[in-house]
């Protein structure tokens, strides 16, 4: 027979006993649309808005998980712009809102992507992209499970071959 939460554990031994005493509510809204502004130019914008309520049951002794609300942002937004230009090139940009996560200590963030490609055969594109252009870089998560350093996206551009058969 086992330690339990009435019985005492063997000396030297710490009994844990994981209890899910949380509870809560979550809510939001998501909103995406296309617009064909003309016959070679889309535009796509989007809003994401997310609410969560977290509660610890009576006798939870965590201290912690309450604080899962402030890991995930309230509000997002995007804006895509898509054309198709003349003589077979196209050029694609996004710019990004991203509301701040503070219970990881992340703030808020706007980013922009763009993607210029062109396409000389039906099988072929060469494109030049460019990734976090209003930033040199930026924290988008951190992990908090485990305490290690967290990682941030870099501005970077890059070219990219596409052949297809």
């Known amino acids: ?4 939460p009435t019985q005492p554990a063997a000396p030297g031994v710490i009994p844990i006993h994981p209890e899910n005493k949380l509870y809560g509510e979550t809510y939001g809204a998501e909103a ?9 130019w889309r535009l796509q914008p989007a809003y994401t808005y997310l609410q969560m309520q977290l509660h610890k049951r009576p006798g ?11 890991k995930s942002p309230h ?3 995007s804006l895509r712009s898509a054309m198709d230009l003349p003589h ?8 990004r809102y991203v509301d701040s996560l503070p219970a990881l200590g992340i703030g808020s963030y706007l980013e922009l992507n763009v993607r210029l ?17 209003l930033d040199s870089r930026h924290p988008e998560f951190s992990p908090s499970f485990i305490n290690t350093q ?4 870099e501005r970077g551009v890059y ?3 596409s052949w297809k058969f």
């Open 75 to 77: 509000h997002q937004f």
């Open 60 to 70: 939870s002794t965590d201290t912690t998980s309450e604080l899962d609300e402030g």
């Open 159 to 161: 070219g990219k071959l």
């Open 117 to 133: 490609g062109w396409r000389p055969t039906k099988n072929l594109e060469l494109a030049i992209v460019g990734q976090n252009l």
């Open 1 to 4: 027979q086992g330690p339990s």
């Open 88 to 95: 077979d090139l196209s050029l694609e940009g996004t710019v």
């Open 150 to 153: 967290r990682t941030e996206v």
């Open 32 to 40: 995406a649309a296309t617009f064909e502004v003309t016959r070679w």
